[in-house]
């Protein structure tokens, strides 16, 4: 069994900060560090998938909201809508281009960008790898069972306002 991270650790870290700064906010550590050791358990459940992969992960999240796309997709609304910026964005897709697994035209209604289209081959590439990546994800959260749907609503519940919050910042 894979052990992430120590929840006394945690609790013993967390309570040394306070200690010793007292007047500053550690109770952001205990969320910011489960939710760094879910994320770690989601790339573990997914690592043997990649292993030998044609595609990277970065390259896979691109792939996924491409793969059955109603419109024609822009890099910048890609990137806005996995959250991801713009840069490693535009650099995961010069890698797919080059290799032949998209294509890029440019956008008559904005010639300053491009829309962007899966290849036969980009196509094939997500059939394979994205299926199996979904098998390890539904492995690895299988014993939710009934609770899936109280997760799920928690997570989203975090997100949230997190989401706002970085909106108002960004003002």
């Given at each position: 069994m894979v052990m992430?991270?120590?929840?006394?650790?945690?609790?013993?870290?967390?309570?040394?900060?306070?200690?010793?700064n007292?007047?500053?906010?550690?109770?952001?550590m205990e969320v910011v560090a489960q939710v760094k050791r879910i994320s770690a358990l989601l790339e573990l459940a997914v690592e043997q998938v990649y292993a030998g992969a044609t595609l990277?992960?970065?390259?896979?999240?691109?792939?996924?909201?491409l793969r059955y796309a109603d419109e024609a997709v822009t890099a910048i609304r890609l990137a806005e809508l996995l959250g991801m910026s713009r840069a490693g964005v535009s650099k995961t897709l010069?890698?797919?281009?080059?290799r032949g697994l998209i294509s890029r035209t440019p956008?008559?209604?904005?010639?300053?960008?491009?829309?962007?289209?899966?290849?036969?081959?980009g196509i094939d590439a997500i059939d394979d790898l994205f299926?199996?990546?979904?098998?390890?994800?539904?492995?690895?959260?299988a014993g939710l069972g009934q609770d899936r749907d109280k997760?799920?609503?928690?997570?989203?519940r975090l997100a949230e306002p997190m989401e706002s919050q970085l909106d108002r910042l960004s003002e």
């Open positions: 992430m991270a120590d929840p006394s650790l945690r609790t013993h870290t967390c309570a040394l900060w306070s200690e010793h007292p007047a500053l906010d550690t109770s952001p990277t992960v970065a390259e896979a999240e691109l792939l996924v909201p010069a890698k797919l281009e080059k956008n008559p209604a904005d010639l300053r960008s491009a829309l962007i289209a899966m290849s036969d081959t299926p199996r990546e979904l098998e390890a994800h539904a492995k690895l959260l997760v799920l609503a928690a997570l989203n």
